[in-house]
């Protein structure tokens, strides 16, 4: 050991001592910039080190995965939560929405027909049946509703009529249904006729409108009313408007064809006519 | 000692035919009065009614019928017709597959056709008789209507093929 440190000892620290001098001397006089030396290290170094810290983080992101996966798990579940309760008020928002814009228009009607009590009510369900057409409310006796109370659209459109009540639900037959009598006023002139259910024309959801007043005419687009005659309906109800005129009996009577001014595929709520002024 | 008086087989096939009735009317009732096909809905009913009455016989298809004879009344039927119907479609069915006609896929389906027709004729007729709608239109109606249920009814077969195989064995 002695003999080793006397032999290479003092030339190892005359090297060591000349490398530190020609080191400092170089970084004064480079001014900063790598020499040919430190430049090699740095070449070599420089891929290293990047693959350490590439490691380094790898094996932190695994760390950090494992050790956060259960809290990001919850977070997921918890965003998840909060992006369905947000689409779920976005549909509520458009179906207020659409409420609102049908509670306007049935404001407007309303206030053209201040005798008319009405109560809201949406469809739960069309009958499946071929051969009539009806459709089951969500509102029945306990909300006021009666047979025989008239249905409308929000723009006061003629839907039909109830014709089956529980307390909690009422079925309505609609203008179009096989069963359907309603008095009409037909055109400008207000003609009296009878609107009434006929089955071929149920299938192409129109109803027929006959035993116009003698003398009276009926013109293609006239708007056929309810008369109001009775008291079974409100007057001044919108049942719909002539689309056809046809002759049957050879030709003797004629009769037209009565489109209904809704359509039962956008049909979502309907207002019940509850109580309204009897025309005498 | 109550307990063993209750058949359990009938007791366990009864809730099974009582959920496969619930069933068809759900289907009837919120899937095909939604789906018009050449303006005509589909009237399954009468199938359920026919594959009981063929799988259990001839009694066990005139009580399902009468149970689902009422509630397609309470539901959609203005009148008592298929509470009067349907327990006649149930019991000639099971009469019919004892007799007459076996238990496979077709025979199902030839006596489904029939259920569908006498149904569909008892539909139409107050209609043509007391209300003398115009008897091309309703014709045509109830032609659609068998055609368009007939199809579509072939599904009703095989939850009552299973019960009646089990049953058996």
């Given amino acids: 050991m002695k003999d080793f440190l006397r032999k290479k000892g003092i030339r190892l620290g005359v090297i060591v001592l000349a490398a530190v001098i020609i080191s400092v001397a170089s970084a004064r006089a480079l001014n900063g910039a790598a020499g040919f030396l430190g430049n090699a290290v740095g070449v070599v170094r420089t891929p290293v080190h990047q693959a350490v810290a590439a490691a380094a983080d790898w094996l932190e992101g695994i760390y950090g995965y494992l050790y956060t996966f259960d809290q990001l798990k919850a977070e997921n579940e918890s965003l998840k939560k909060q992006l369905a309760e947000a689409r779920q008020q976005v549909r509520d928002a458009a179906d207020a929405l659409e409420e609102n814009i049908r509670l306007r228009e049935l404001l407007k009607f309303a206030e053209k027909h201040t005798d008319l009590t009405m109560v809201s009510s949406k469809i739960i369900s069309w009958n499946s049946s071929n051969w009539s057409s009806t459709f089951t409310l969500s509102r029945g006796s306990d909300d006021g509703i009666a047979l025989g109370n008239s249905v409308i659209t929000e723009y006061g459109a003629l839907v039909g009529q109830v014709t089956e009540l529980g307390s909690t639900w009422a079925t309505v037959s609609t203008v179009i249904d096989v069963d359907t009598n309603v008095g009409a006023l037909v055109g400008d002139d207000g003609a009296a006729a009878m609107v009434v259910g006929n089955f071929a024309l149920m299938q192409q959801g129109a109803v027929k409108l006959t035993y116009l007043a003698e003398g009276a005419q009926m013109f293609l687009g006239d708007a056929v009313l309810t008369s109001g005659m009775g008291g079974a309906f409100p007057q001044g109800l919108d049942i719909g408007t002539v689309t056809s005129i046809q002759s049957e009996a050879g030709g003797q009577i004629e009769y037209g064809i009565v489109t209904p001014s809704w359509d039962s595929s956008m049909l979502v709520q309907v207002y019940v006519v509850t109580d309204f002024d009897v025309v005498e | ?169």
Avoid at chain 2, 93 to 99: A, C, E, F
Avoid at chain 2, 106 to 132: D, E, I, K, N, R
Avoid at chain 2, 141 to 157: D, F, G, H, M
């Fill in chain 2, 1 to 169: 000692m109550l307990w063993d008086l209750i058949n359990m087989d009938k007791l366990r096939r009864g809730l099974i035919y009582a959920v496969y009735m619930l069933l068809v009317l759900l289907l009837q009732n919120a899937v095909f009065s939604r789906i018009v096909i050449f303006g005509t809905k589909a009237m399954l009913v009468p199938a359920a009614v026919v594959a009981v009455g063929m799988f259990e016989g001839g009694v066990w298809g005139a009580v399902f019928g009468l149970f689902t004879g009422l509630l397609c009344d309470k539901t959609f039927g203005a009148t008592p017709l298929f509470t009067a119907l349907f327990p006649v479609i149930g019991f000639f069915s099971g009469v019919l597959s004892r007799y007459f006609v076996n238990k496979r896929f077709f025979a199902y389906l030839f006596v489904s056709m029939a259920a569908f027709v006498l149904t569909a004729l008892c539909q139409l007729f107050p209609l043509l008789v007391f209300m003398g709608q115009d008897a091309a239109a309703l014709f045509k109606t109830a032609l659609l209507q068998v055609l368009i249920s007939l199809p579509l009814a072939a599904p009703l077969y095989f939850p009552c093929r299973a019960v009646g195989t089990h049953r058996r064995r």
